[in-house]
């Protein structure tokens, strides 16, 4: 076999290969992204509702509104 002939093997043989290896490799990649993208977004929700909620914890009952919790008025 002449040498040319396997360069053009090996030039025409490793995109065929490496082009599902890369769509692959990009869609694991892409998937792991996202997944941390919502993650992040979920622990700002949880923060953010935290926050909220230690902010109405604090914050004092309306005289009205005393007792209310636990039955007595």
Known sequence: ?????????????????????????????SGLYRVLVDVRQRQR???LA???TGRLARSPAAPSER?????KE
């Open 50 to 52: 935290s926050k909220e």
């Open 67 to 71: 007792g209310t919790i636990t039955g």
């Open 1 to 29: 076999m002449e040498w040319y002939i396997i360069l053009i093997a090996v030039l025409f043989g490793v995109p065929i290969i490496l082009a599902p290896v890369a769509l692959v490799w990009y869609l694991n990649i």
């Open 45 to 47: 929700r949880r923060a």
